[in-house]
């Protein structure tokens, strides 16, 4: 532990806060959003103007679904998708065959609640979750851009980094806190300090480079695409249009739920460069389809891209953080992007509320690289297998990684499973912590009823409910489909829906809770 410092000379231009988020993308939107409900001051930053206007990231993984449902806002993304339309394949003007991208759910299990891939514009998530945001009562700060980052770090916690300049030659910096530079709409300049930063500003952002972390990937395709949101007529929106031999390259065109747009997807070769005007996209639609340049309205947004993968080699440096693609960047393939990115936001918020209002131990907040990083090196490979595989054309995605109901934490340093002997399909520590109904409860009332919100849940599934300390909710269960799916024991549920600790012992969870910050 660092010895107290004096509190720094602050300018009268300088703000403080406890974490400022840099990107209002749907990762800092998220993080922001679960910050904001457990009472932590957060800034959020964004460069541009405006949110983001495309419907780029439009597929909502069934987990994602269960992190909406926790932050309060399904109702509303449930409202304005849908799910997502067969393919229906075209070629000179007559309809080929259909078949669906992503299966179908046909089993009704309890334990996963949202079974279906859901589709939603990327803006359309994006305003949800500022909408929930403002409710919650934070804010965006448009038109502000990270210019500038002082970190002083403790040569304890980094020996690799060497000796920082000494405090008293720098009264403004502390090594408990990042000093950012923000430039605003007008071009004023000034100093937010922070105890911690955030970087969602994607995968040409500044606060990677700033903080000096590297990223090493590869081009998944040399071909570039084009992505646009378009109106068109001519076309019914049951399904999702594909022409896959249309002229210089394949073209699709998906409607958008709740919209009367489309989005469009094409392939160029590997040396074309697509052009992204209006008068363009309509030529390339009706170069590669049956339908006139007339059928094209608006032409909302449009985006050119090279499919590419990139890892970044930390998650972390002193009191920066990376999240979405500014940790990672995927191939859209498989619908994979977004969704890390926002467990990405759902796994950090939570030990950034437990050290900054608990005092958990800061080696909490290491367990963030240790956990997501592997999970973004998996799903990488998901997404860029899926790519050159050619999902489009062979369709049935499905499974507990694509859908990252799969995806857990049984070798991260939060993890405890205690029971030994267990056989080898039983639920373990690290695992999801599935939903289920209450048997004795009133009607329909569900795990996930019990875990949602910023707490801490302590499980007794055919045990005594044992104490526990404030902050941590505990609930008995004996019997029904919830003890058949968890087994007898005490579980600890975190506040991210995965199983902490799993164990027979009442006296195994003083220890591990304190680890939370829970004493």
């Not at 995605?397 to 859908?403: A, K, Q, S, V």
Request: hydrophobic share 40%; net charge negative.
């Amino acid at each position: 532990m660092l010895p107290a410092q004096p509190r720094p000379r602050t300018a009268p231009h300088q703000e403080q806060t406890d974490v400022l988020i840099v990107g209002a993308g749907p990762t800092g939107l998220t993080l922001a959003c679960d910050l904001a409900r457990r009472g932590v001051r957060a800034l959020l930053v964004e460069r541009a103007a405006e949110l983001f206007p495309g419907s780029r990231g439009k597929g909502l993984q069934p987990r994602t679904l269960e992190v909406f449902e926790d932050l309060g806002i399904l109702p509303a993304v449930r409202e304005a998708g849908g799910p997502y339309p067969r393919i229906l394949s075209w070629q000179d003007g007559e309809r080929q065959g259909e078949w669906d991208l992503v299966e179908r759910s046909t089993a009704d299990d309890p334990t996963v609640p949202y079974p279906d891939t859901w589709m939603l514009p990327q803006w359309r998530t994006q305003e949800i979750l500022h909408a929930r945001l403002r409710e919650l009562g934070g804010e965006v700060r448009f038109g502000t851009a990270l210019t500038g980052l002082d970190q002083p770090l403790d040569p304890g916690r980094h020996p690799d980094l060497g000796q920082t300049p000494a405090l008293d030659e720098h009264p403004d910096r502390r090594p408990d806190r990042v000093t950012a530079t923000l430039t605003g709409p007008d071009g004023g300049l000034r100093t937010v300090s922070a105890q911690y930063l955030v970087a969602a500003d994607g995968g040409r952002g500044a606060v990677r480079r700033l903080a000096g972390i590297p990223m090493a990937g590869e081009q998944v395709d040399p071909q570039q695409s084009l992505v646009a949101d378009v109106r068109v007529t001519g076309l019914d929106r049951d399904n999702w249009h594909f022409w896959p031999k249309g002229a210089g390259g394949p073209l699709l065109l998906c409607p958008l739920p709740g919209t009367a747009d489309f989005q469009l997807l094409a392939q160029f070769g590997e040396h074309a460069e697509p052009d992204t005007s209006p008068a363009a996209v309509r030529e390339l639609i009706a170069a590669r389809t049956h339908l006139a340049a007339a059928a094209v309205g608006d032409v909302r947004w449009a985006s050119a891209f090279r499919p590419s993968a990139a890892l970044a080699e930390r998650f972390r440096s002193g009191r920066v953080f990376l999240a979405g693609d500014a940790a990672h960047i995927h191939s859209p393939a498989g619908g994979q992007g977004l969704n890390t990115s926002i467990q990405d936001a759902y796994n950090l918020g939570w030990k950034l509320g437990q050290v900054l209002l608990h005092d958990a131990p800061e080696e909490l907040l290491d367990s963030y690289e240790q956990e997501r990083l592997p999970v973004a090196a998996d799903v990488l490979e998901i997404s860029t297998r899926l790519h050159r595989a050619g999902a489009v054309r062979h369709g049935r995605l499905r499974g507990p990684r694509t859908e990252q109901l799969g995806v857990g934490y049984p070798d991260g340093p939060l993890t405890v499973e205690a029971r030994p002997g267990l056989p080898e399909e039983a639920l373990r520590a690290g695992d999801r912590a599935p939903d289920a109904p209450l048997d004795g409860s009133p009607a329909g009332t569900r795990l996930f009823d019990l875990f949602r919100g910023p707490h801490v849940t302590v499980l007794a599934v055919g045990r005594r409910l044992p104490a526990v300390p404030a902050g941590v909710r505990a609930h008995r269960v004996d019997g029904g489909v919830a003890q058949a799916v968890y087994g007898e024991g005490l579980f600890v549920i975190r506040p991210d829906g995965y199983l902490g600790l799993a164990t027979d012992d009442p006296a195994d969870l003083p220890g591990y809770l304190a680890r939370l910050g829970l004493r």
